[in-house]
């Protein structure tokens, strides 16, 4: 049992915080003075972000024909430096043996690793059922892309052990609603994705139990018409949360800000996306993609040029950071957007900051107006300092 003193995310309040077998105990408030400068020095806590999109870091991928649960076990650590205390481990488009067994791995390693178990609550599927036309497709590849169907998405369910929580989906194809319906009746949330579906088909799937849009606003075309269209279907319809990501390079500000207003504070999440080139030092690199070039800035593009995105590479430090300064939201916002709000979409209401739930902390400097990634001072994974 210990305790520690910071300031609650949401009021801003000093408060001391008693840790006791891996949950908060106690919250109460903090006497400030007695050697401490004042309350504003104090670094300010939080629950831990929750991504519901990683794909690899550091140079370890998910979608690995060779993947071990070394290679996983190094991604779920080291999320701990950005403030994430869990995530859905994220396969995309591929042939359906490397994704059955990469999922195999991923729920073997949890099944082994305590740790792992500690940070990867579940998987996020994306794709191979998206749309194979360029710009929707975005950087899935073209072969690997295919119909839908009931008997594939169960198989890969039952390689994962049932641990697929997130199906993204385009449904542009008439086999994608039996699947939808499938997935649902298994408790997995559904999210309109890589899409280029009509208005009609975007209600169908949420007719049949879509409730998200993954990541809106990317794996979209270059050019689309004005209206109607995919983009302004999904900010429109309130049974959808929109992924969003907030990174400072895959949405422009004034979007970011539109699509908030739009949808509502409340049906906002942020996610990284964030690839194995995350977390790599400036340069270029050979990928199954073609030659890649991670920015001094950050930014992953196609190399020898900067302006064409190959994926991402921040982390949600960054995006709670940008959606404040893109969207003017507060940082309480900014937080819920990356933190309770994803974890509550994946069945964990008791990931708070409040008595009796799971102690999956952050704590961090308060932000300015010109923050743009939150400064990370500990992170805190079922009770204990990591
Ligand atoms: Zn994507």
């Known amino acids: 049992m210990f305790s520690f003193v910071a300031r609650r995310y949401d009021t801003l309040r000093p408060v001391e915080v008693l840790i006791a077998s891996g949950r908060i105990a106690r919250i109460t408030p903090a006497r400030i003075g007695d050697g401490l400068t004042g309350a504003g020095s104090l670094p300010v806590v ?4 929750v991504d519901l999109q990683i794909n690899g870091y550091q140079g370890r991928e998910f979608n690995d024909p060779q993947l071990t649960a070394e290679k996983v076990r190094h991604v779920a650590l080291a999320m701990d430096a950005s403030g994430c205390t869990s995530f859905l481990a994220t396969c995309t488009t591929d042939s359906y043996e490397v994704l059955a067994n990469s ?11 305590p740790e792992v178990a500690a940070r990867i609550p579940g998987f996020h599927c994306e794709g191979p059922f998206i749309s194979s036309i360029d710009g929707p497709r975005g950087a899935h590849p073209k072969q690997h892309v295919r119909v839908p169907t009931v008997e594939e998405f169960l198989r890969l369910q ?4 049932g641990r697929i929580k997130l199906l993204t989906i385009s449904p542009e194809f008439d086999e994608a609603i039996p699947v939808i319906r499938a997935a649902v009746k298994q408790g997995v949330i559904i999210a309109i994705g890589h899409t280029a579906a009509t208005s009609e088909q975007i209600t169908a799937a949420i007719d049949a139990g879509a ?30 949360t929109a992924s969003l990501i907030v990174d400072g390079h895959h949405l422009p500000a004034n979007v970011v800000k539109a699509m908030i207003r739009a949808k509502g ?4 999440v942020l996610v990284s996306d964030v690839t194995s080139l995350g977390g790599m030092p400036a340069g270029r690199y050979a990928t199954g993609l073609g030659d890649l070039e991670v920015l001094d800035n950050g930014k992953l593009v196609i190399a020898g040029q900067r302006d064409i995105l ?14 404040m300064r893109f969207a003017g939201v507060s ?3 900014a937080i819920e957007m990356a933190s309770t709000q994803p974890a509550a979409l994946i069945g964990r209401h008791d990931h708070r900051l409040d008595v009796g739930c799971p102690a999956n902390l952050v704590l961090f400097d308060e932000p300015t107006a010109e ?6 001072r500990r992170t805190m994974s079922r009770g204990e300092w990591v």
């Open 46 to 49: 939080a629950p831990g972000f």
């Open 103 to 113: 999922f195999a791995v991923l729920a073997r390693t949890i099944e082994e690793l």
């Open 158 to 161: 039952d390689a994962a052990c």
């Open 211 to 240: 409730t998200m849009s993954t990541h809106l606003g990317n794996g979209a075309h270059p050019q689309i018409r004005r209206h109607p269209n995919y983009i302004w279907d999904q900010l429109a319809d309130d049974r959808l």
């Open 265 to 268: 504070t409340s049906r906002c």
């Open 310 to 323: 190959a994926g991402a590479s921040l982390l949600m430090d960054t995006c709670v950071a940008q959606v």
């Open 331 to 333: 940082l309480t916002t």
């Open 371 to 376: 923050t743009t990634k939150l400064v990370i």
